[in-house]
């Protein structure tokens, strides 16, 4: 009878997110990987397959811990915008003791595109999934009465590539100070300002 492999798995694919996130996938050798999550050769290929298929869950833990920090905002019941700006000062100025300070999606695209990676392509779904939830908020906040400056649609798109831009920018170390008013001048234009009599 062969020996169980027992190790908890949802800590290894954490341990490797954390990895890859701050080398990237190709920055990380798979001796790299194996000294990270504390596994032999054997049991990392019997259990995952290859570094890619380490990397494609990583990925998609990324983004569930995401949706999950979403959702914890949303438990809180505040107003549908409301909800939206704490979760957006919550991952640009809650990053700074990351790995990274860049998205770990956005830097899979950025070094794995060109390769054409199937990587990069779920890391691009990935995306959009969190753009789609943008919109969402913006569209129930509509419904709640917000006044906003542009379409749902076209709000979301800007404040995506804002957060991405933002998120880079903090790569240079502002004043923290420098930072959060970044983000107020950001949140500040989703809403329609007030008519002047």
């Known amino acids: 009878m062969a020996n169980s492999i027992k190790f908890d798995r949802a800590e290894v694919i954490s341990k490797a997110q954390q990895l890859f996130w701050q080398r990237g996938f190709n920055g990380t050798s798979m001796r790299d990987l194996l000294d990270a999550v504390n596994l032999r050769p054997g049991s990392l290929y019997a259990s995952f397959g290859d570094k890619e298929s380490v990397y494609h869950e990583a990925l998609l833990h990324y983004a569930e811990k995401g949706q999950q920090a979403l959702?914890?905002?949303?438990?809180?019941?505040?107003?549908?915008?409301?909800?939206?700006?704490?979760?957006?000062?919550?991952?640009?100025?809650?990053?700074?003791?990351?790995?990274?300070?860049?998205?770990?999606?956005?830097?899979t695209v950025a070094e794995l595109s060109a390769e054409g990676s199937a990587l990069a392509e779920l890391a691009k779904t990935l995306l959009q999934n969190i753009e789609f939830a943008f919109k969402t908020l913006?569209?129930?906040?509509?419904?709640?009465?917000?006044?906003?400056?542009?379409?749902?649609?076209?709000?979301?798109?800007?404040?995506?590539?804002?957060?991405i831009g933002l998120k880079t920018y903090a790569q240079l170390k502002p004043e923290p100070a420098v930072l959060e008013a970044m983000v107020d001048d950001i949140l500040a234009g989703i809403e329609k300002p007030p008519a002047v009599n």
Do not use: D, N, Y
Request: positive net charge.
């Open 138 to 163: 913006l569209e129930q906040a509509v419904a709640e009465g917000a006044a906003l400056s542009a379409p749902p649609e076209r709000l979301s798109r800007t404040l995506q590539a804002q957060i």
């Open 71 to 107: 959702a914890s905002v949303q438990a809180q019941h505040q107003p549908a915008l409301e909800t939206l700006k704490r979760f957006v000062r919550s991952q640009v100025l809650g990053s700074q003791h990351e790995p990274s300070q860049v998205c770990m999606l956005v830097k």
